[in-house]
């Protein structure tokens, strides 16, 4: 009786967000590269490729990335706010920045009982705040940002947290990124790693790593109907 009560169980489904849910990396980098030389932060390249290293990692972390790289006296909070505020200005309440695909697969994992988490690197209430403008909030049963967790991606505490709010095993979980560390974190897990690419394409080391490889959000649905629980 266990066993058909396990192979009956309905998978749980846990998502990054920048990069998975919404087209904002590549955005963002840009509004970084915008400001930089008020900051003296180098060429476009400079800063892009200190953009990529932060791909997937907390928003501590992040600055101290930056702060290696620029030294102690790098007026950091003031790059972040102006960065910040030129995203703002460029694209708004982010709602035209959903990717494809993103209603289609909560409609299917809503109409199948399948429960959801968000789990990003981002601060808890700047996800409820994203989520919230852009109409995307209802369709998380958990919210789990980088502030709750200890250790960043590619430890993988944010994922094995939401695992636990969600009530689920991580055997039991799939999870959704678009990087690198993301992907690391879920397979140490013990989780369901599926990569989307993003920015980042995807390497030898994903494809070992990862369960499977898709081009967007739109293939989901039909991937998660072909696995058995």
């Known amino acids: 009786m266990s066993n058909q009560n396990d192979q009956a169980r309905l ?3 846990i998502f990054d967000m920048d990069g998975v849910i919404f ?5 963002y980098i840009d509004c970084c590269k915008a400001v930089k030389d008020k900051y003296h932060m180098g060429t476009d390249e400079d800063v892009e ?5 932060c791909i997937g990692i907390t928003s501590a972390m992040t600055r101290k990335n930056i702060l290696d790289t620029y030294g102690e006296d790098f007026p950091i909070d003031a790059y972040f706010a ?17 990717k494809p695909g993103v209603e289609e697969v909560f409609e299917y994992l809503k109409g199948s009982g399948i429960r959801t988490a968000l789990a990003s ?12 403008r852009a109409g995307l909030f209802s369709n998380f049963d958990v919210i789990v940002g980088g502030d709750q967790v200890t250790r960043s991606k590619p430890e993988p505490d944010i994922f094995l947290r939401a695992a636990e709010l969600l009530g689920e095993e991580p055997e039991n979980c799939f999870v959704i990124e678009d990087s690198y560390n993301g ?5 140490t897990a013990g989780m369901h790693p599926i990569m989307i690419p993003d920015l980042l394409p995807p390497t030898e080391e994903m494809r070992e790593k990862a369960d499977v490889i ?12 072909t696995r058995k629980f």
């Open 11 to 13: 998978p749980a489904v």
């Open 23 to 27: 087209a904002t990396e590549q955005l």
């Open 49 to 53: 490729a200190l953009c990529f290293r």
């Open 82 to 98: 102006d960065s910040s505020r030129l995203f703002k200005e460029r694209f708004g309440d982010g709602k035209h920045l959903i």
């Open 121 to 132: 690197s981002t601060r808890t209430v700047t996800l409820s705040d994203e989520l919230k």
């Open 183 to 187: 992907i690391r974190a879920a397979h």
């Open 214 to 225: 898709l081009s967007s959000l739109t293939e989901v649905s039909g991937y998660l109907q």
